[in-house]
């Protein structure tokens, strides 16, 4: 069955970084893209951005370029996502959705999510 | 940007009850690229629709999309006891991103 398993919480301060893996079994992890959704406490849904697993291109939410990165292994069949100059705003639990091969398409199996804590 | 408007934003209601949530785009959203995700507290979202209308693998009948352009319903035409919950729909047809609704809370009346 498919699963993505992602790594587990994380507490950093102010201006570091944080690098959460998204590690996915189940399916042939070279035929879809992955995409990465964060949620503040109490809050709604916000889409980060998406990578393709085949070829490695990538579309990022405006607001987050320059300070976010995605990535993939395929020998290991694991997409990361690091997100840089960490601000209290980024508190949130971060997800990893499987979607789109060639654009960032609905997720229809997701990570068990992240929480990343940023705090003094 | 597309921006995504939900509504309402809480919808009290009694199981074995019609529910009708809206989600409206700021501008057209291109062949009907358009998701509804269910989200239980504490779980990750669960996809329900996409394209507009159709059910995503394993979603019951119950559960229905609609609409174009800008205007688009997810009907859950009568409520099960776990289908308490908070609703997100998402847009993925701009080359720009994704983007998400701010919610529609389902609760019990």
Redesign the interface.
């Known amino acids: 069955q498919v699963q993505l398993v992602q790594s587990g919480a994380e507490v950093k301060k102010p201006g570091a970084s944080v690098k959460v893996s998204c590690k996915a079994s189940g399916y042939t992890f070279t035929s879809y893209g992955i995409s990465w959704v964060r949620q503040a406490p109490g809050q709604g849904l916000e889409w980060m951005g998406w990578i393709s697993a085949y070829n490695g291109n990538t579309n990022y939410a405006q607001k987050l370029q320059g300070r976010v990165t995605m990535t993939t292994d395929t020998s290991t069949s694991t997409a990361y996502m690091e997100l840089r100059s960490l601000r209290s705003d980024d508190t949130a639990v971060y997800y990893c959705a499987r979607g789109g091969l060639t654009a960032a398409r609905p997720g229809d199996y997701w990570g068990q999510g992240t929480l990343v804590t940023v705090s003094s | 940007?597309i921006v995504l408007t939900q509504s309402p934003g809480t919808l009290s209601l009694s199981p074995g009850e019609r529910a009708t949530l809206s989600c409206r785009a700021s501008q057209s959203v291109s062949s009907s690229y358009l998701?509804w995700?269910q989200?239980k507290p504490g779980q990750?979202?669960?996809?329900l629709i996409?394209g507009a209308s159709s059910r995503?693998?394993g979603i019951p009948d119950r559960f229905s999309g609609s609409g174009s352009g800008t205007d688009f319903t997810l009907t859950i035409s009568r409520l099960e006891p776990e289908d308490f919950a908070v609703y997100?729909c998402?847009q993925?047809g701009s080359s720009?991103?994704?983007?998400?609704?701010?919610?529609t809370k389902v609760e019990i009346k």
Do not use: H
């Open positions: 940007e998701a995700y989200q990750a979202p669960r996809l996409y995503a693998t997100y998402q993925y720009t991103g994704l983007t998400f609704g701010g919610g």
